[in-house]
């Protein structure tokens, strides 16, 4: 697959690489819409330190591609949107509310820092069933054991999966 990378500090380019695997609990998401964001230029001048051949990108949209056997809400051709932060949730920091420390500081924010982003026609996402969210595109909701509380948090807020689903849930 083609992904834009950032070769090392200051320098960007395409290259091929093989489309990710999903473990157990996580998705592959094939990237329709990709959004560039401040941080993507920040990283490349080196804000987080040097990288190489990593994959940029962490704002993005697709349809599932393939999904863990452990995934429970949702299933290859799902229409999704996915955030720039996709923590561990079961630690500690994510459990008392600051997600994007997750494991480490900044470790919740992964596209683009400690694995491959979203600038690719493929992308993996960790803990799929909690950092996924259906697209109203979908035509249905998430089936899996955590549903109830996705959508009372998406009518709740203002995020963007809110913004993109208002039809759906309300």
């Not at 494991?103 to 996924?132: R, T």
């Amino acid at each position: 697959m083609k992904a834009f990378v950032m070769k090392e500090i200051g320098r960007v380019g395409f290259m091929e690489k093989p489309v990710p695997q999903p473990g157990p609990g996580d998705a592959v998401v094939q990237t329709t819409r990709a959004l560039i964001c401040t941080s993507d230029s920040h990283t490349v001048q080196g804000g987080i330190g040097p990288r190489e051949d990593l994959t940029l990108g962490h704002e993005a949209v697709g349809i599932v591609h393939a999904v863990g056997s452990e995934v429970k809400d949702f299933r290859p051709g799902d229409r999704v949107l996915v955030g720039a932060i996709t923590p561990d949730w079961g630690d500690l920091a994510s459990q008392n509310g600051y997600p994007s420390q997750s494991g480490a500081p900044l470790g919740g924010f992964k596209f683009a820092n400690s694995k491959d982003g979203v600038f690719a026609d493929y992308f993996h996402v960790n803990e799929a069933d909690a950092n996924l969210a259906l697209s109203s595109e979908s035509n249905r909701f998430p089936i899996g054991r955590n549903s109830r509380a996705r959508m009372v948090r998406a009518r709740s807020s203002t995020s963007p999966a809110r913004m993109l689903s208002s039809g759906s849930l309300t």
